[in-house]
């Protein structure tokens, strides 16, 4: 039966590719369609014919069949032989009730094996031993939902039906059997046996063998039966780990594919993480992996620089190529990471692929899901232990040291909160007793900064969609709403996004027309005049320093280092968030159009054309109350905005097309079924534009109408608005159009031998003119070769604890182009210029005619397994990939026009061991009284990823691979050493604390050794100095990540978690004052581990905070005078700035997280049935619950870094209620 099985499902496979996919869904409760092929007999119940023959042979019956269904006959010549003539004049009948009326008068009978109907002589039986009746019922699964397309025969009789769309059926009982058989792709057989009943109703429950036997994955250009995969693909369905309060699929993603490194550095509405699969494969190239959705390559819908993107500190809010896309219309998740899976995508895949599939409509009645989903996120608290600050008791106390040691900040003219009330009583404008009073106040008042600027907030969202159809026509249709509400005051992001897909077939074609669409209004603060954002503000701001004043007005005050003159720079946070805001609306659109045409029974052509549009404006404001605006004012000489606000607004415009030709073969090249050969051939052309159109203006009115002001000519003529006129001179839009073509070619082909041995190629040629004047490197070909080995049907085939046990094998070569390259130098024509009464004209793109494509080889060695009827199951795997010719930037001299260029001199490895395990210990699918038992299911996943730069080093001593770096490079990370993994960064030697003042020391850089360490360095370069001075720190970048998830169900209820681990990296602690030089102005807060600083000679012995600086003037390490002197630069001036970039600074980033936690219930059918509804559930979800880290980190949360110029938002837990109805 086994055997036979796998025959039918091989069947099926070579006669109807293009349904392949629909075998994958979870949710089998709608598709009959594909059941249909799983019995020989009932393969036609929905393959309709229309003939007119008039006295045609059997023969020629059959090739007129064959011609309108493309079904094959098998039939010995003999049996025809004494076949009479027939004609046949039927329109939309049924193929299997034509064959049974046709054969049956002619003596014969037919099965359906192997992708053929097979013709057999009928057997007679004696009249008197044959009675016949009907046998009626209905086939539903366990939630009471009919099974439409339910096999439906008896045992050792290929006689059957199929149910109907209600799941009823009808069948022709004869006394030479009692066992009734009910068969359903994805579903457990049932056997019921006949004594004298006319009705017979089943309830059949899912068979997850039976899934796991006809699992697809999707490679964007083709399905491909996982039996038959050779590459390294990941698949997760999406009911797997959508999760309630994470908005993006990105965000679902963590934890759960093995050598994806997850980084998400801020919490704020939209901000998009950082995704990177199998390590960096480019140094200066975009980093960031191909999404397809549907089979298209997805655009980012801003073309931000590589630069930019590959910043870890970058937070990008303006999203990604998926960013718009509903979560609830995805239907499975594939992401693939070597070379034999993604070299089919060309140059632009380097850095893996992930593939995205909507969902479908299903077969059966109209079907309507309502999900419904409140989310409350919680904003920062003081009493977080990630929020490790001074109280404004604590920072008096600062305050009051700073007087003691009659430390004087001499820039400021205006004191504020304790140090005013200290000030007044010592100048004697205040008595002791109203300076008690203040002081008391100041040290009570703990101004809740988080709850001023952050709330607590609710945000909701519904989708509702629409599934049904026949099997000639089927469709999916959406809408969905999101209001997501940050936790930032006025940020908040507004979805709308709508779905339609339509599948259908009508003879030999079948046809898909798809829409995605999505719009979306985004709010959020834009920085201060400082360049700080909200929480920064918050972070860094004196909880000793009121929010308003005690008759409830806002409390002004002077705003860091600034002088103050009347009320001109004064500063108050609501104001600025009050009259300053960044808009940010965006909507795409995509179109897709699929035509396949099935020419022969193992050929097919299928076209495919995509079009995607989006718009993306950004409007950032400040109006006149801004202290942005204020500070434009120069009292004195005129204002640079005397008028008004300033307006600024960055309209990016993005469309692109691609066109697609592919043809298909696929056969079984033997009548055992053991030779299988799938070749696909395609041509493929695609165009990606971007036009960019930046403005700033000034005299703008928010409040009255959106309006600018008028200038006149003799208003500026005046002195008074001399600036501003400079500045209009100066001020033009920006316009930057961006254009890319491709054109490309591709060709796999796999050939399979008895499920035991597979081969794949693959290759694909990509075109570029971007790259060099020889004609020889403006192609790449890229290709892979692969294999794989199926112990398991090799050496235990019949072994039923040997699911599945396979080798698989990889070697592939792929490459990379930079944008903004080319061999020819491109003038940009511009305006015309008034000061030298011409047109002018700059050099857009140096000519860079030797640059060529770097390259990747990647090597991939996986064993796959699933053991003891798949309760044990996973892929453990090593892969290794080297870029040659990896672009990096060379200094050179200025003379040339520029002072970098871009060169292929990098060569960069990746390695790592991955382990994806799946563990079902129990499955009590139904136990013994016929209800939901008890199930368990656990899948830990582990990545391990290690990527070194191994090129010649330009400099042997320090290993160095870049001609010019300086010592800020060292200590953020951005230096390149070969060997060194990328971002590893270092930091200065930390020794200890001055016994007669409390500052910082550092190994290699005492003051005892001055003399003789000025004189080596006098003859060592900056970076062998910084190399002297400093010490490795490690990587900023995770080297292991992974997640381990846990379901528990029994009955209607069920709990799943899912827990994030990181692993290798570190962090440096956030800075304890604002400006480093641990010497806080009035209204800056620090950080509490300043609570325990040095005060008084010997307190270096218990403690490595320093003191405070007490010095009007920073003070100098004994190389400040060297460094002013021009002869060597590896650190600032100051000992206390370098103190938070020393090693004490640098702690483990490693971190054990609660991604999420959820609940469910699920509503008991017999309740559903009663109110009319299909089904129904209840959830509830919490998401980012708690950390485990590093106790060093003290609190810090580790999304957080020192190494960034700002403290951003952590990741906020947040909690979640779903409902979610099926009609």
Same mark, same amino acid.
């Given at each position: 039966?086994?055997?036979?099985?796998?025959?039918?499902?091989?069947?099926?496979?070579?006669?109807?590719?293009?349904?392949?996919?629909?075998?994958?869904?979870?949710?089998?409760?709608?598709?009959?369609?594909?059941?249909?092929?799983?019995?020989?007999?009932?393969?036609?119940?929905?393959?309709?014919?229309?003939?007119?023959?008039?006295?045609?042979?059997?023969?020629?019956?059959?090739?007129?069949?064959?011609?309108?269904?493309?079904?094959?006959?098998?039939?010995?010549?003999?049996?025809?032989?004494?076949?009479?003539?027939?004609?046949?004049?039927?329109?939309?009948?049924?193929?299997?009730?034509?064959?049974?009326?046709? @054969?049956?008068? $002619?003596?014969?009978?037919?099965?359906?094996?192997?992708?053929?109907?097979?013709?057999?002589?009928?057997?007679?039986?004696?009249?008197?031993?044959?009675?016949?009746?009907?046998?009626?019922?209905?086939?539903?699964?366990?939630?009471?939902?009919?099974?439409?397309?339910?096999?439906?025969?008896?045992?050792?009789?290929?006689?059957?039906?199929?149910?109907?769309?209600?799941?009823?059926?009808?069948?022709?009982?004869?006394?030479?059997?009692?066992?009734?058989?009910?068969?359903?792709?994805?579903?457990?057989?049932?056997?019921?046996?006949?004594?004298?009943?006319?009705?017979?109703?089943?309830?059949?429950?899912?068979?997850?063998?039976?899934?796991?036997?006809?699992?697809?994955?999707?490679?964007?250009?083709?399905?491909?039966?996982?039996?038959? @995969?050779?590459?390294?693909?990941?698949?997760?369905?999406?009911?797997?780990?959508?999760?309630?309060?994470?908005?993006?699929?990105?965000?679902?993603?963590?934890?759960?594919?093995?050598?994806?490194?997850?980084?998400?550095?801020?919490?704020?509405?939209?901000?998009?993480?950082?995704?990177?699969?199998?390590?960096?494969?480019?140094?200066?190239?975009?980093?960031?992996?191909?999404?397809?959705?549907?089979?298209?390559?997805?655009?980012?819908?801003?073309?931000?620089?590589?630069?930019?993107?590959?910043?870890?500190?970058?937070?990008?809010?303006?999203?990604?190529?998926?960013?718009?896309?509903?979560?609830?219309?995805?239907?499975?998740?594939?992401?693939?990471?070597?070379?034999?899976?993604?070299?089919?995508?060309?140059?632009?895949?380097?850095?893996?692929?992930?593939?995205?599939?909507?969902?479908?409509?299903?077969? =059966?009645?109209?079907?309507?899901?309502?999900?419904?989903?409140?989310?409350?996120?919680?904003?920062?608290?003081?009493?977080?232990?990630?929020?490790?600050?001074?109280?404004?008791?604590?920072?008096?106390?600062?305050?009051?040291? $700073?007087?003691?040691?009659?430390?004087?900040?001499?820039?400021?003219?205006?004191?504020?909160?304790?140090?005013?009330?200290?000030?007044?009583?010592?100048?004697?404008?205040?008595?002791?007793?109203?300076?008690?009073?203040?002081?008391?106040?100041?040290?009570?008042?703990?101004?809740?900064?988080?709850?001023?600027?952050?709330?607590?907030?609710?945000?909701?969202?519904?989708?509702?969609?629409?599934?049904?159809?026949?099997?000639?026509?089927?469709?999916?249709?959406?809408?969905?709403?999101?209001?997501?509400?940050?936790?930032?005051?006025?940020?908040?992001?507004?979805?709308?996004?709508?779905?339609?897909?339509?599948?259908?077939?009508?003879?030999?074609?079948?046809?898909?027309?798809?829409?995605?669409?999505?719009?979306?209004?985004?709010?959020?603060?834009?920085?201060?005049?400082?360049?700080?954002?909200?929480? $920064?503000?918050?972070?860094?701001?004196?909880?000793?320093?009121?929010?308003?004043?005690?008759?409830?007005?806002?409390?002004?005050?002077?705003?860091?280092?600034?002088?103050?003159?009347?009320?001109?720079?004064?500063?108050?946070?609501?104001?600025?968030?009050?009259?300053?805001?960044?808009?940010?609306?965006?909507?795409?659109?995509?179109?897709?159009?699929?035509?396949?045409?099935?020419?022969?029974?193992?050929?097919?052509?299928?076209?495919?054309?995509?079009?995607?549009?989006?718009?993306?404006?950004?409007?950032?404001?400040?109006?006149?109350?801004?202290?942005?605006?204020?500070?434009?004012?120069?009292?004195?000489?005129?204002?640079?905005?005397?008028?008004?606000?300033?307006?600024?607004?960055?309209?990016?415009?993005?469309?692109?097309?691609?066109?697609?030709?592919?043809?298909?073969?696929?056969?079984?090249?033997?009548?055992?079924?053991?030779?299988?050969?799938?070749?696909?051939?395609?041509?493929?052309?695609?165009?990606?534009?971007?036009?960019?159109?930046?403005?700033?203006?000034?005299?703008?009115?928010?409040?009255?109408?959106?309006?600018?002001?008028?200038?006149? *000519?003799?208003?500026?003529?005046?002195?008074?608005?001399?600036?501003?006129?400079?500045?209009?001179?100066?001020?033009?839009?920006?316009?930057?159009?961006?254009?890319?073509? @491709?054109?490309?070619?591709?060709?796999?082909?796999?050939?399979?031998?008895?499920?035991?041995?597979?081969?794949?190629?693959?290759?694909?040629?990509?075109?570029?003119?971007?790259?060099?004047?020889?004609?020889?490197?403006?192609?790449?070909?890229?290709?892979?070769?692969?294999?794989?080995?199926?112990?398991?049907?090799?050496?235990?085939?019949?072994?039923?604890?040997?699911?599945?046990?396979?080798?698989?094998?990889?070697?592939?070569?792929? =490459?990379?182009?930079?944008?903004?390259?080319?061999?020819?130098?491109?003038?940009?024509?511009?305006?015309?210029?008034?000061?030298?009464?011409?047109?002018?004209?700059?050099?857009?793109?140096?000519?860079?005619?030797?640059?060529?494509?770097?390259?990747?080889?990647?090597?991939?060695?996986?064993?796959?397994?699933?053991?003891?009827?798949?309760?044990?199951?996973?892929?453990?795997?090593?892969?290794?990939?080297?870029?040659?010719?990896?672009?990096?930037?060379?200094?050179?001299?200025?003379?040339?026009?520029?002072?970098?260029?871009?060169?292929?001199?990098?060569?960069?490895?990746?390695?790592?061991?991955?382990?994806?395990?799946?563990?079902?210990?129990?499955?009590?699918?139904?136990?013994?009284?016929?209800?939901?038992?008890?199930?368990?299911? /656990?899948?830990?996943?582990?990545?391990?990823?290690?990527?070194?730069?191994?090129?010649?080093?330009?400099?042997?001593?320090?290993?160095?691979?870049?001609?010019?770096?300086?010592?800020?490079?060292?200590?953020?990370?951005?230096?390149?050493?070969?060997?060194? *993994?990328?971002?590893?960064?270092?930091?200065?030697?930390?020794?200890?604390?001055?016994?007669?003042?409390?500052?910082?020391?550092?190994?290699?850089?005492?003051?005892?050794?001055?003399?003789?360490?000025?004189?080596?360095? $006098?003859?060592?370069?900056?970076?062998?100095?910084?190399?002297?001075?400093?010490?490795?720190?490690?990587?900023?970048?995770?080297?292991?990540?992974?997640?381990?998830?846990?379901? /528990?169900?029994?009955?209607?209820?069920?709990?799943?978690?899912?827990?994030?681990?990181?692993?290798?990296?570190?962090?440096?602690?956030?800075?304890?004052?604002?400006?480093?030089?641990?010497?806080?102005?009035?209204?800056?807060?620090?950080?509490?581990?300043?609570?325990?600083?040095?005060?008084?000679?010997?307190?270096?012995?218990?403690?490595?905070?320093?003191?405070?600086?007490?010095?009007?003037?920073?003070?100098?390490?004994?190389?400040?005078?060297?460094?002013?002197?021009?002869?060597?630069?590896?650190?600032?001036?100051?000992?206390?700035?370098?103190?938070?970039?020393?090693?004490?600074?640098?702690?483990?980033?490693?971190?054990?997280?609660?991604?999420?936690?959820?609940?469910?219930?699920?509503?008991?059918?017999?309740?559903?049935?009663?109110?009319?509804?299909?089904?129904?559930?209840?959830?509830?979800?919490?998401?980012?619950?708690?950390?485990?880290?590093?106790?060093?980190?003290?609190?810090?949360?580790?999304?957080?870094?020192?190494?960034?110029?700002?403290?951003?938002?952590?990741?906020?837990?947040?909690?979640?209620?779903? /409902?979610?109805?099926?009609?």
């Amino acid at each position: 039966m086994k055997k036979k099985g796998l025959l039918k499902i091989r069947s099926f496979l070579f006669r109807e590719p293009q349904k392949i996919v629909k075998i994958m869904k979870l949710n089998l409760l709608f598709i009959f369609l594909l059941s249909l092929n799983l019995s020989g007999n009932v393969f036609s119940q929905h393959v309709k014919v229309s003939l007119d023959l008039k006295e045609v042979s059997m023969q020629e019956f059959f090739k007129a069949i064959k011609q309108e269904t493309g079904i094959s006959f098998l039939y010995n010549y003999s049996l025809l032989e004494d076949a009479d003539r027939i004609s046949v004049q039927v329109k939309d009948k049924y193929l299997d009730e034509l064959l049974t009326d046709i @054969l049956g008068k $002619q003596g014969l009978t037919f099965t359906y094996q192997n992708g053929a109907v097979i013709i057999k002589k009928q057997k007679v039986l004696p009249v008197t031993e044959e009675k016949q009746r009907f046998i009626t019922g209905k086939v539903t699964d366990n939630k009471k939902l009919p099974l439409p397309g339910v096999s439906v025969y008896f045992k050792g009789m290929r006689v059957g039906t199929a149910t109907d769309i209600d799941g009823n059926y009808k069948i022709l009982m004869t006394d030479s059997t009692d066992i009734l058989m009910f068969s359903f792709i994805g579903m457990k057989t049932v056997y019921k046996k006949y004594t004298g009943q006319n009705t017979i109703n089943v309830i059949m429950e899912e068979d997850h063998t039976a899934l796991e036997e006809v699992t697809v994955v999707s490679t964007g250009y083709q399905d491909i039966d996982k039996r038959k @995969l050779t590459s390294s693909v990941v698949s997760i369905k999406m009911d797997d780990i959508q999760t309630a309060g994470l908005s993006t699929v990105t965000q679902m993603l963590e934890g759960r594919i093995p050598g994806m490194t997850f980084m998400q550095n801020s919490g704020q509405v939209g901000a998009t993480p950082k995704v990177r699969i199998r390590g960096t494969s480019t140094i200066i190239g975009n980093q960031e992996p191909l999404w397809v959705v549907d089979g298209i390559v997805q655009q980012d819908p801003v073309n931000v620089d590589p630069a930019q993107l590959n910043d870890l500190d970058f937070v990008n809010l303006l999203g990604n190529a998926i960013t718009g896309l509903n979560p609830d219309d995805i239907e499975q998740i594939d992401v693939l990471k070597d070379a034999a899976s993604t070299a089919i995508y060309g140059a632009r895949a380097a850095n893996g692929v992930i593939v995205i599939t909507t969902k479908k409509g299903k077969v =059966g009645k109209p079907t309507v899901n309502y999900s419904l989903t409140g989310t409350f996120n919680r904003r920062p608290y003081y009493s977080d232990k990630e929020v490790y600050l001074m109280n404004s008791k604590q920072r008096v106390d600062v305050s009051r040291e $700073q007087f003691q040691r009659n430390m004087f900040f001499s820039n400021i003219l205006e004191w504020s909160g304790f140090e005013k009330a200290y000030t007044d009583y010592k100048s004697g404008r205040i008595g002791y007793d109203e300076y008690k009073q203040q002081a008391d106040y100041y040290e009570t008042i703990n101004t809740d900064w988080f709850d001023i600027l952050c709330k607590n907030s609710f945000s909701n969202k519904h989708t509702i969609s629409l599934s049904g159809g026949t099997p000639e026509f089927r469709y999916y249709a959406s809408f969905g709403y999101h209001d997501e509400k940050g936790v930032i005051r006025k940020e908040g992001k507004e979805t709308f996004t709508s779905a339609l897909k339509l599948n259908g077939t009508y003879k030999r074609f079948s046809f898909l027309f798809g829409v995605q669409f999505n719009t979306s209004e985004a709010d959020h603060v834009p920085n201060d005049a400082t360049g700080k954002n909200i929480v $920064q503000y918050a972070y860094e701001t004196s909880r000793a320093i009121p929010a308003y004043n005690p008759d409830g007005t806002p409390y002004y005050y002077t705003l860091g280092n600034l002088r103050s003159t009347a009320n001109v720079n004064l500063f108050n946070m609501e104001e600025e968030m009050r009259n300053s805001k960044n808009h940010i609306s965006s909507n795409s659109v995509t179109l897709t159009g699929n035509l396949r045409w099935q020419a022969l029974d193992y050929l097919n052509v299928e076209g495919t054309i995509s079009y995607q549009s989006s718009r993306t404006n950004q409007e950032t404001t400040f109006n006149e109350k801004t202290y942005y605006i204020k500070q434009l004012d120069g009292n004195f000489d005129g204002s640079l905005c005397p008028l008004g606000g300033e307006w600024r607004n960055v309209d990016t415009r993005q469309r692109s097309y691609t066109g697609r030709m592919q043809l298909n073969f696929h056969k079984t090249l033997d009548r055992e079924g053991k030779h299988f050969l799938n070749l696909s051939l395609g041509g493929e052309i695609s165009s990606s534009k971007y036009n960019n159109l930046s403005l700033v203006e000034r005299g703008y009115y928010e409040k009255r109408g959106r309006t600018f002001a008028q200038f006149t *000519p003799d208003m500026l003529k005046s002195d008074e608005y001399s600036k501003y006129l400079s500045w209009l001179s100066s001020n033009f839009p920006g316009i930057q159009d961006n254009l890319t073509n @491709l054109l490309s070619g591709y060709f796999t082909a796999t050939y399979s031998y008895d499920n035991r041995y597979t081969l794949n190629f693959n290759t694909r040629m990509d075109g570029s003119n971007q790259f060099g004047s020889r004609s020889n490197e403006k192609l790449l070909p890229i290709w892979s070769i692969s294999g794989r080995w199926d112990i398991g049907n090799e050496f235990w085939k019949d072994n039923a604890n040997v699911n599945e046990l396979a080798l698989k094998l990889s070697y592939g070569k792929q =490459g990379n182009m930079l944008d903004n390259q080319t061999s020819k130098m491109i003038i940009q024509k511009g305006a015309y210029d008034g000061w030298f009464d011409s047109f002018q004209s700059t050099i857009a793109h140096y000519p860079n005619p030797d640059l060529k494509w770097e390259t990747t080889t990647s090597y991939n060695a996986e064993i796959t397994f699933s053991l003891l009827q798949n309760k044990i199951s996973g892929t453990v795997g090593y892969f290794y990939k080297k870029t040659k010719d990896a672009f990096l930037n060379k200094t050179i001299s200025e003379v040339n026009g520029i002072t970098n260029y871009v060169i292929n001199k990098g060569t960069l490895t990746n390695q790592g061991v991955e382990v994806s395990l799946s563990f079902t210990p129990i499955n009590q699918t139904v136990d013994s009284r016929g209800k939901r038992g008890f199930v368990w299911r /656990f899948d830990p996943q582990i990545g391990q990823v290690v990527n070194s730069l191994v090129n010649k080093a330009i400099n042997n001593k320090t290993n160095t691979v870049l001609d010019k770096i300086t010592y800020s490079d060292f200590l953020n990370g951005t230096v390149q050493f070969s060997g060194k *993994p990328l971002h590893t960064f270092y930091s200065y030697r930390f020794k200890g604390l001055s016994h007669e003042d409390g500052s910082p020391i550092y190994y290699g850089l005492e003051k005892e050794r001055e003399e003789e360490l000025n004189a080596r360095f $006098q003859l060592m370069s900056n970076e062998e100095i910084c190399m002297e001075v400093m010490e490795e720190s490690g990587t900023r970048v995770p080297v292991l990540q992974g997640g381990f998830s846990n379901y /528990f169900g029994y009955r209607q209820f069920g709990l799943s978690f899912n827990f994030t681990y990181s692993l290798g990296n570190k962090i440096r602690l956030l800075k304890l004052c604002d400006d480093m030089t641990i010497r806080p102005y009035p209204v800056q807060n620090v950080r509490r581990e300043m609570v325990n600083r040095w005060r008084q000679p010997g307190d270096e012995a218990y403690t490595n905070i320093p003191s405070l600086v007490t010095q009007n003037t920073l003070p100098q390490g004994w190389w400040g005078q060297y460094y002013y002197n021009g002869d060597y630069e590896f650190a600032d001036v100051s000992p206390y700035r370098m103190y938070d970039y020393s090693d004490i600074r640098v702690v483990k980033g490693d971190y054990l997280k609660l991604q999420s936690l959820s609940f469910r219930y699920n509503v008991h059918e017999s309740f559903c049935k009663k109110i009319g509804i299909q089904s129904a559930y209840l959830s509830i979800t919490g998401t980012n619950l708690f950390t485990i880290a590093n106790k060093a980190l003290k609190g810090q949360d580790v999304t957080q870094s020192g190494s960034s110029p700002t403290i951003n938002l952590s990741v906020r837990p947040n909690y979640s209620i779903s /409902f979610n109805v099926t009609f």
